[in-house]
């Protein structure tokens, strides 16, 4: 795992914690595909504060020198999906959490505790 991909994720969940995000979870999912190493998902309780979420994860890693390749979903804010190529963000309303369960969709990839990574 590139040194690279960790320093993004610290930065993405710093930045999630920064807006108090909701139940942020991380899966290290570098062993079972090829799409990108973490997937960092997390929940805000409206629209407003998704996207302030959005706004600062993408304020926070563009000047690290990690802008975003791609934003899926911010006009609507009830699942928000930030590329930034090895890590990749998505911010869900409660509902649509639940409703997606990336989770357990992505089981095969192995949760890492949040405290491991500061």
């Given at each position: 795992?590139?040194?690279?991909?960790?320093?993004?994720?610290?930065?993405?969940?710093?930045?999630?914690?920064?807006?108090?995000?909701?139940?942020?979870?991380?899966?290290?999912?570098?062993?079972?595909?090829?799409?990108?190493?973490?997937?960092?998902?997390?929940?805000?309780?409206?629209?407003?504060?998704?996207?302030?979420?959005?706004?600062?994860?993408?304020?926070?890693?563009?000047?690290?020198?990690?802008?975003?390749?791609?934003?899926?979903?911010?006009d609507?804010?009830?699942?928000?999906?930030?590329?930034?190529?090895?890590?990749?963000?998505?911010?869900?309303?409660?509902?649509?959490?639940?409703?997606?369960?990336?989770?357990?969709?992505?089981?095969?990839?192995?949760?890492?505790?949040?405290d491991?990574?500061?």
């Open positions: 795992m590139e040194n690279k991909s960790l320093e993004m994720a610290k930065l993405a969940i710093a930045a999630l914690e920064e807006k108090k995000a909701e139940d942020i979870r991380v899966i290290d999912i570098s062993q079972v595909t090829v799409i990108a190493d973490y997937f960092i998902i997390a929940g805000g309780s409206n629209r407003n504060q998704i996207q302030a979420l959005c706004d600062n994860v993408q304020e926070t890693m563009g000047k690290a020198g990690f802008p975003e390749k791609q934003v899926e979903g911010y609507t804010a009830n699942w928000v999906l930030i590329d930034f190529g090895d890590v990749i963000v998505h911010i869900f309303d409660k509902e649509n959490r639940l409703l997606y369960d990336l989770e357990r969709i992505w089981g095969d990839g192995k949760q890492v505790e949040i491991t990574l500061k």
